[in-house]
C-alpha cells in the first residue's frame, strides 16, 4: 500500500539527548515536510523540502535540523537545543505542484523526561 | 498575524444541525485552499479542496473568498461522526500553512 511511514510512533528522550524521527514515503512525491502540534493548537512548520538535496526552514526551525539525500526519506533530528520539544510531530509529503493537497503519516509523539 | 486564523469554536451542535464557520489567511498570493479533518490523537486527512466558485461534496459545502481572503466551511445534516476538528489549510508555493483548527461536537 502507498502511503507515508513514522517510526516511532511513541518516543521518550533524556534532556539534552537528540533524537532523530523517521519518516518515509513511497508515493513518489517530490515535497515533503515536517509539522508540530501541541496540544490544543495546530500545526506549526518546522521544515519543508520541495527535491532531494534542498530543504528550507519553516516557522520554527530553531532547534531541528532534517536532511533529504534520498526522495522517499525525510528525517528529522530534534538536538537538545530545542528547548521545549515534548509535542505531536506530522510528517507529510505532497506531489507539490499547485493545486496538490499533502498527506500526513500518523505522526511520532515525542516526550522529554 | 498569523497566516491563517479560524475561530477555535468550540461549536457544539445537535443532530441534524447545520454548522458553519470561516478561516481568514493573510497572504494574497495564495494559491490553493483545504479543509483537514482530525480526530483527536490522529493525524490529519483531506476533507475536501476549496475551488474559487465554491464546491460541496455530500453534506460538506466549502466557499473561498478571495477578495476578502476568508473561506468557509459549511456542514449540513450534522451527523455524530462529524465531531472533529476542522483544520483550514493554505498554499503558498511550496508551503502549506495550517489553521489552529475549529472544533466541532454533534450530541445526539
Known amino acids: 500500500d502507498g502511503g507515508i511511514t513514522q517510526s516511532p510512533k511513541y518516543l521518550f528522550r533524556k534532556e539534552g539527548q537528540n533524537v532523530t524521527l523517521s519518516c518515509e514515503q513511497n508515493?513518489?512525491?517530490?515535497?515533503m515536510y515536517w509539522y508540530r502540534q501541541d496540544p490544543g493548537q495546530g500545526l506549526r512548520l518546522i521544515y519543508y523540502s520541495q527535491i532531494v538535496n534542498d530543504f528550507q526552514k519553516g516557522d520554527i526551525a530553531e532547534g531541528y535540523s532534517v536532511s533529504r539525500e534520498k526522495k522517499e526519506s525525510f528525517p528529522l533530528t530534534v538536538t537538545s537545543a530545542q528547548k521545549n520539544p515534548t509535542a505531536f510531530y506530522l510528517c507529510?509529503?505532497?506531489?507539490?505542484?499547485?493545486?496538490?493537497?499533502?498527506?500526513f503519516g500518523q505522526g511520532t509523539r515525542l516526550t522529554v523526561v | 498575524r498569523k497566516e491563517v486564523e479560524q475561530d477555535p469554536g468550540p461549536f457544539n451542535v445537535p443532530e441534524g444541525a447545520t454548522v458553519a464557520f470561516n478561516c481568514t489567511y493573510s497572504?494574497?498570493?495564495?494559491?490553493?485552499f483545504f479543509w483537514y479533518r482530525q480526530d483527536c490523537r490522529k493525524e490529519p486527512k483531506l476533507l475536501m479542496s476549496?475551488?474559487?466558485s465554491g464546491n460541496e461534496d455530500g453534506r460538506f459545502t466549502a466557499q473561498l473568498n478571495r477578495a476578502s481572503q476568508y473561506i468557509s466551511l459549511l456542514i449540513r445534516d450534522s451527523k455524530l461522526s462529524d465531531s472533529a476538528t476542522y483544520l483550514c489549510v493554505v498554499r503558498y508555493d511550496y508551503k502549506l500553512s495550517f489553521g489552529a483548527g475549529t472544533t466541532v461536537t454533534v450530541r445526539a
Open positions: 476549496v475551488y474559487s
Open positions: 508515493l513518489n512525491h517530490d515535497a
Open positions: 497572504n494574497s498570493a495564495s494559491q490553493s
Open positions: 507529510a509529503s505532497s506531489r507539490g505542484a499547485m493545486n496538490t493537497e499533502a498527506f
